[in-house]
């Protein structure tokens, strides 16, 4: 009798959730794009006082971070949940989820800063239409990278709460590099548009 392959309902109930947050980061994007043809001025003069160097920096430390996100994909996928050995290659799934959180914790600090500095320079959030929609993306941006942090920290403490690290672990460490990859992706866009879109 021949066995039919299915998806894993958990991945595909993911993939779907993350379509709706692609319906949601699109409406976004819009406010952006319809502020930048409605008032031209206005977004060539506020985001003068973007920081493009530290932006890009931190966009770097994100990108990183998905990277080694995989690196924990592959470790899960070969059933390896500790490292092996000192070399980073035979690090486990759980030593290349402290790494992407370490990186996305900075990522989220180096917002929290670029925030208080534009605050400083005289831009809140109730300053004009720009402002409140950078605050907006870049928030809700934010607020999607702490929860991949909430995630990862959870499916780490599984990986050392479990005795046999199997199928089940594997899949959720795939659903979690999943919301991490989509929110790393979103951010690519957003840090065009936003910092370097004139």
């Not at 950078?134 to 709460?161: E, K, N, S």
């Given at each position: 009798?021949?066995?039919?392959?299915?998806?894993?309902?958990?991945?595909?109930?993911?993939?779907?959730?993350?379509?709706?947050?692609?319906?949601?980061?699109?409406?976004?994007?819009?406010?952006?794009?319809?502020?930048?043809?409605?008032?031209?001025?206005?977004?060539?003069?506020?985001?003068?006082?973007?920081?493009?160097?530290?932006?890009?920096?931190?966009?770097?430390?994100?990108?990183?971070?998905?990277?080694t996100c995989q690196?924990?994909?592959?470790?899960?996928?070969?059933?390896?949940?500790?490292?092996?050995?000192?070399?980073?290659?035979?690090?486990?799934?759980?030593?290349?989820?402290?790494?992407?959180?370490?990186?996305?914790?900075?990522?989220?600090?180096?917002?929290?800063?670029?925030?208080?500095?534009?605050?400083?320079?005289?831009?809140?959030?109730?300053?004009?239409?720009?402002?409140?929609?950078?605050?907006?993306?870049?928030?809700?941006?934010?607020?999607?990278?702490?929860?991949?942090?909430?995630?990862?920290?959870?499916?780490?403490?599984?990986?050392f709460a479990v005795?046999?690290?199997?199928?089940?672990?594997?899949?959720?460490?795939?659903?979690?590099?999943?919301?991490?990859?989509?929110?790393?992706?979103?951010?690519?866009?957003?840090?065009?548009?936003?910092?370097?879109?004139?």
């Amino acid at each position: 009798m021949r066995t039919v392959k299915r998806p894993d309902p958990v991945a595909v109930g993911t993939i779907v959730w993350l379509g709706s947050e692609v319906m949601f980061f699109a409406g976004l994007f819009a406010i952006y794009f319809t502020l930048r043809s409605t008032s031209p001025e206005l977004w060539a003069e506020q985001s003068a006082k973007l920081n493009v160097p530290f932006a890009t920096v931190n966009t770097i430390i994100l990108v990183l971070s998905s990277i080694t996100c995989q690196m924990g994909v592959f470790a899960a996928e070969r059933f390896q949940p500790y490292r092996t050995g000192r070399s980073p290659l035979k690090w486990g799934m759980t030593g290349w989820f402290f790494l992407t959180f370490a990186l996305g914790a900075v990522f989220v600090t180096g917002q929290v800063w670029e925030y208080a500095s534009l605050v400083a320079e005289g831009m809140p959030i109730s300053a004009n239409s720009y402002a409140s929609a950078f605050y907006l993306t870049t928030g809700f941006h934010a607020l999607h990278v702490t929860g991949g942090l909430v995630a990862f920290t959870l499916v780490i403490g599984r990986a050392f709460a479990v005795k046999n690290f199997g199928r089940k672990e594997m899949t959720t460490s795939i659903v979690v590099s999943y919301y991490w990859h989509f929110v790393d992706v979103v951010w690519i866009a957003l840090f065009l548009v936003i910092y370097f879109l004139r």
